[in-house]
């Protein structure tokens, strides 16, 4: 079963950068077992949203999909040789503090939907906090 573990989160001010990684524990080039990757979030008190995904049939006519609220500040990229999937923060706002989780399915798509009923595997999310 393909496990995912999250790091990179931490404390930064507003207007920050972070990158979070996700560590896939198969090949991530091998898009029977991983299809699409993604990020999610949690604030506290919040119900869990998407953020951004990625598949892997982006650059053959796909695309990665955000969320409004994050389009133009993260971007979503992988590493196929090393099995890394990145979330990169820039101009960071209180508002996305929460949990970030990466998750993936073994589905790929032209236009992923950033919908955790798409995902099949979840990583246990790493801790993101934005001071104003």
């Known amino acids: 079963q393909l496990q995912l573990v999250e790091s990179g989160g931490g404390l930064v001010q507003a207007g920050g950068s972070l990158r979070l990684s996700c560590a896939a524990s198969?090949?991530?080039?091998?898009?029977?077992?991983?299809?699409?990757v993604a990020w999610f979030r949690q604030a506290p008190g919040n119900d869990r949203e998407g953020v951004s995904c990625?598949?892997?049939?982006?650059?053959?006519?796909?695309?990665?999909n955000y969320a409004e609220s994050v389009k133009a500040r993260f971007v979503i990229s992988r590493d196929d040789a090393q099995n890394l999937i990145y979330l990169q923060m820039n101009s960071l706002k209180p508002e996305d503090t929460g949990v970030y989780f990466c998750?993936?399915?073994?589905?790929?798509?032209?236009?992923?939907?950033?919908?955790?009923?798409?995902?099949?595997?979840w990583g246990k999310g790493t801790l993101v906090t934005v001071s104003s």
């Open positions: 998750a993936a399915s073994e589905i790929s798509y032209y236009h992923c939907p950033i919908d955790d009923n798409a995902m099949s595997y």
């Open positions: 990625t598949s892997s049939l982006d650059g053959l006519g796909g695309v990665p």
């Open positions: 198969k090949n991530i080039s091998d898009h029977y077992t991983v299809g699409t």
